[in-house]
């Protein structure tokens, strides 16, 4: 029968020496990052190009239709979306509707965090993770979008701190083993990621089991992690799978695979790729030598103290970075939103060593410059999030402005938005033919090499010609977003080749809305 193992402070599962004024201030970051993050998502922004590709596949479909592969090459945990389908169903298909979901996972997170710090950190490092954690710019604009990422954060968290509570307890650990389990069933349907966080935790259980430093049999955790492969493998084959067999989907994420890191390509695009996640997480040059250097010493103190949930959190990167090295899994900046929690956790464990014995000078510079990539983007979350492309304001504009039977072109970045908000605000007018909703775009595969997205150029002369039809039109409205270097090159073959003079009548971030006629001054040259 396995021994239990019992830790001094600062070890495996020992709980955090609490400091008097550390829940105080705990709760007040929270407080402020949870009105932060509702004082958003009050402000309605307009959905951009990426949110308008899953809110149009939400509000088209019904519940059973969600699990098959989405429009647009899209994919995200079918629990998301079937949760999603819920509030548009209870509430309407508003913009706060759709972004209710990442909103609540993101406050709940907050709280849950807290909860995980306090069990894994001692003393002041307890805030100070906490803080990063709250008002992490990523974490933050996330809570404001329609994606699945704040979620999958939520779930981690939940996941970890469960194990933790589940590794300190030396009374009842099967009852939190059981919540864990759960926990992590529900998860393998709430976020792609979650194999991997299974992988983590469930493979330390089996060492401290094995060991005598966990009071779960082996057999018992072999049970559960069988479960959830049969529930990954039921996710996968039904849901994942057919969506990833997109050949757009695959070819657009082929450059975040890092390769095999023996060679000097994959050295290259694996250094490449690290780089752009602590640009991401907002850490960059000398600050992202600071954080590379606190996590390193953490790992090495959690391998020291054998902190169980923690060392969970380095096995789940490090499955992660295998996986991807073999094809399987995008390593890539929003990709790895569920690794968020990590980061603090590790880089509290790191500054950890300036402990009480350090004189508070050194102290309080390290944490000071910890806190300069958190404190410098700070401002900005007290500025009204823009969207990358407003396209509710210009699709509204048209249903005021055109007249019935004038033609409407609807360029292909624009499509799904134009689908969402025809149906969300009824915009009958939009539906009258002709409406022409162009073809979607065609991704170009990266170059090899490249460790960034490939850019999708859009055709123009595609374009054109499928507008060519309606060149004797007086009035042709255009709709187009995302092209800022192409759209000199649209308007101006528009001109040349069919004669259509282009006149602003409506522009906002990113997308602008055209009123095109004959333009008597040009003849046209086909």
Same mark, same amino acid.
């Given at each position: 029968?396995?021994?239990?193992?019992?830790?001094?402070?600062?070890?495996?599962?020992?709980? +955090?020496?609490?400091?008097?004024?550390?829940?105080?201030?705990?709760?007040?970051?929270?407080?402020?990052?949870?009105?932060?993050?509702?004082?958003?998502?009050?402000?309605?922004?307009?959905?951009?190009?990426?949110?308008?590709?899953?809110?149009?596949?939400?509000?088209?479909?019904?519940?059973?239709?969600?699990?098959?592969?989405?429009?647009?090459?899209?994919?995200?945990?079918?629990?998301?979306?079937?949760?999603?389908? !819920?509030?548009?169903?209870?509430?309407?298909?508003?913009?706060?509707?759709?972004?209710?979901?990442?909103?609540?996972?993101?406050?709940?997170?907050?709280?849950?965090?807290?909860?995980?710090?306090?069990?894994?950190?001692?003393?002041?490092?307890?805030?100070?993770?906490?803080?990063?954690?709250?008002?992490?710019?990523?974490?933050?604009?996330?809570?404001?979008?329609?994606?699945?990422? +704040?979620?999958?954060?939520?779930?981690?968290?939940?996941?970890?701190?469960?194990?933790?509570?589940?590794?300190?307890?030396?009374?009842?650990?099967?009852?939190?083993?059981?919540?864990?389990?759960?926990?992590?069933?529900?998860?393998?349907?709430?976020?792609?990621?979650?194999?991997?966080?299974?992988?983590?935790?469930?493979?330390?259980?089996?060492?401290?089991?094995?060991?005598?430093?966990?009071?779960?049999?082996?057999?018992?955790?072999?049970?559960?992690?069988?479960?959830?492969?049969?529930?990954?493998?039921?996710?996968?084959?039904?849901?994942?799978?057919?969506?990833?067999?997109?050949?757009?989907?695959?070819?657009?994420?082929?450059?975040?695979?890092?390769?095999?890191?023996?060679?000097?390509?994959?050295?290259?695009?694996?250094?490449?790729?690290?780089?752009?996640?602590?640009?991401?997480?907002?850490?960059?040059?000398?600050?992202?030598?600071?954080?590379?250097?606190?996590?390193?010493?953490?790992?090495?103190?959690?391998?020291?103290?054998?902190?169980?949930?923690?060392?969970?959190?380095?096995?789940?990167?490090?499955?992660?970075?295998?996986?991807?090295?073999?094809?399987?899994?995008?390593?890539?900046?929003?990709?790895?939103?569920?690794?968020?929690?990590?980061?603090?956790?590790?880089?509290?464990?790191?500054?950890?060593?300036?402990?009480?014995? *350090?004189?508070?000078?050194?102290?309080?510079?390290?944490?000071?410059?910890?806190?300069?990539?958190?404190?410098?983007?700070?401002?900005?979350?007290?500025?009204?999030?823009? +969207?990358?492309?407003?396209?509710?304001?210009?699709?509204?504009?048209?249903?005021?402005?055109?007249?019935?039977?004038?033609?409407?072109?609807?360029?292909?970045?624009?499509?799904?938005?134009?689908?969402?908000?025809?149906?969300?605000?009824?915009?009958? *007018?939009?539906?009258?033919?002709?409406?022409?909703?162009?073809?979607?775009?065609?991704?170009?595969?990266?170059?090899? !090499?490249?460790?960034?997205?490939?850019?999708?150029?859009?055709?123009?002369?595609?374009?054109?010609?499928?507008?060519?039809?309606?060149?004797? +039109?007086?009035?042709?409205?255009?709709?187009?977003?995302?092209?800022?270097?192409?759209?000199?090159?649209?308007?101006?073959?528009?001109?040349?080749?069919?004669?259509?003079?282009?006149?602003?009548?409506?522009?906002?971030? !990113? *997308? *602008?809305?055209?009123?095109?006629?004959?333009?008597?001054?040009?003849?046209?040259?086909?």
């Amino acid at each position: 029968m396995p021994t239990t193992h019992h830790s001094s402070p600062g070890e495996a599962g020992a709980p +955090s020496r609490a400091l008097p004024w550390a829940s105080l201030i705990c709760w007040g970051i929270i407080v402020v990052g949870a009105l932060l993050r509702i004082n958003q998502w009050m402000l309605n922004r307009s959905l951009w190009l990426d949110e308008s590709y899953l809110a149009v596949n939400i509000l088209e479909r019904g519940f059973w239709e969600l699990h098959l592969p989405l429009e647009y090459s899209q994919s995200a945990p079918w629990l998301f979306l079937v949760a999603t389908k !819920g509030m548009v169903s209870l509430f309407g298909p508003g913009e706060q509707v759709l972004r209710f979901l990442p909103l609540v996972a993101s406050i709940l997170s907050l709280w849950v965090f807290w909860r995980l710090a306090r069990v894994c950190l001692a003393g002041w490092t307890v805030p100070v993770a906490l803080a990063i954690f709250t008002f992490s710019s990523v974490h933050f604009y996330y809570a404001q979008e329609l994606k699945q990422y +704040s979620l999958e954060v939520l779930m981690t968290t939940v996941v970890v701190w469960l194990a933790a509570l589940m590794f300190r307890t030396t009374n009842a650990p099967k009852r939190y083993f059981t919540g864990w389990a759960v926990a992590a069933g529900i998860g393998i349907y709430a976020m792609h990621a979650m194999p991997f966080v299974i992988a983590g935790i469930g493979g330390v259980a089996l060492w401290a089991s094995w060991q005598g430093k966990f009071g779960v049999s082996r057999l018992r955790i072999i049970v559960a992690l069988g479960l959830c492969v049969l529930f990954f493998a039921a996710n996968y084959f039904v849901i994942i799978s057919p969506n990833y067999a997109d050949p757009l989907m695959r070819g657009y994420w082929s450059f975040a695979y890092p390769g095999m890191p023996w060679t000097m390509a994959g050295l290259r695009r694996s250094a490449s790729l690290i780089n752009g996640y602590f640009w991401f997480l907002g850490y960059g040059s000398v600050y992202k030598v600071l954080a590379v250097a606190l996590i390193l010493g953490g790992v090495w103190r959690v391998i020291r103290s054998q902190n169980l949930a923690l060392l969970g959190c380095i096995l789940t990167v490090v499955v992660y970075w295998l996986a991807s090295v073999a094809g399987f899994a995008p390593f890539y900046n929003r990709l790895l939103m569920f690794m968020l929690p990590f980061f603090p956790l590790m880089v509290a464990q790191g500054l950890s060593f300036f402990g009480d014995r *350090t004189h508070w000078i050194p102290r309080a510079v390290v944490i000071a410059l910890v806190f300069v990539p958190v404190i410098r983007r700070l401002p900005a979350e007290f500025v009204p999030i823009t +969207s990358r492309d407003d396209l509710r304001d210009p699709i509204i504009q048209l249903a005021k402005l055109r007249q019935p039977s004038e033609p409407v072109y609807v360029m292909h970045y624009a499509v799904p938005a134009f689908r969402y908000y025809r149906s969300a605000l009824g915009l009958s *007018t939009l539906s009258e033919p002709p409406v022409v909703l162009a073809e979607q775009m065609r991704v170009f595969y990266p170059k090899a !090499g490249q460790s960034r997205p490939p850019i999708a150029t859009p055709n123009v002369n595609q374009m054109i010609a499928e507008m060519a039809e309606w060149r004797s +039109s007086n009035r042709l409205w255009l709709l187009v977003t995302f092209i800022p270097a192409y759209e000199d090159e649209l308007l101006h073959g528009l001109q040349e080749r069919l004669n259509l003079r282009p006149i602003s009548r409506y522009k906002s971030v !990113g *997308t *602008t809305l055209y009123l095109l006629s004959p333009d008597p001054e040009h003849p046209n040259q086909d």
